[in-house]
């Protein structure tokens, strides 16, 4: 069983910048991912990283926020910059390992002035 632990969410204003973090307590070797729920709304994809780094991300945040791993510590990251209010959700980190997928119990990220 592999837990995942999420940190960094926050109130931020518009046009700012958070890192997110998610460290994996035992070793992923599938891809790591981020993605968001808002209120009311079913939870979508942010952005996902193989363990060779390649990349994917939503339209929505194309430009703005980078996704980044450090394989020998488990952990991905996800860098927003020029964030909106309508990234206000609850963000989940998850990994795939061994056939199989998990989930973070999410962070909270707040755009609002």
């Known amino acids: 069983q592999v837990q995942l632990v999420e940190s960094g969410g926050a109130l931020v204003q518009p046009g700012g910048s958070l890192r997110l973090s998610c460290a994996a307590s035992?070793?992923?070797?599938?891809?790591m991912g981020w993605y968001r729920q808002a209120p009311g709304k079913q939870r979508e994809l942010v952005a996902t990283?193989?363990?060779?780094?390649?990349?994917n991300f939503a339209d929505s945040v194309k430009g703005r926020f980078t996704i980044s791993r450090d394989n020998a510590k488990n952990t991905v990251y996800l860098q927003m910059n020029s964030l909106k209010p309508e990234d206000t959700a609850v963000y989940y980190c998850n990994a795939g390992t061994f056939g199989q997928l998990y989930w973070g119990q999410g962070t909270q990220v707040t755009v609002s002035s």
């Open positions: 990283i193989t363990v060779g780094k390649r990349t």
């Open positions: 035992g070793s992923i070797f599938g891809s």
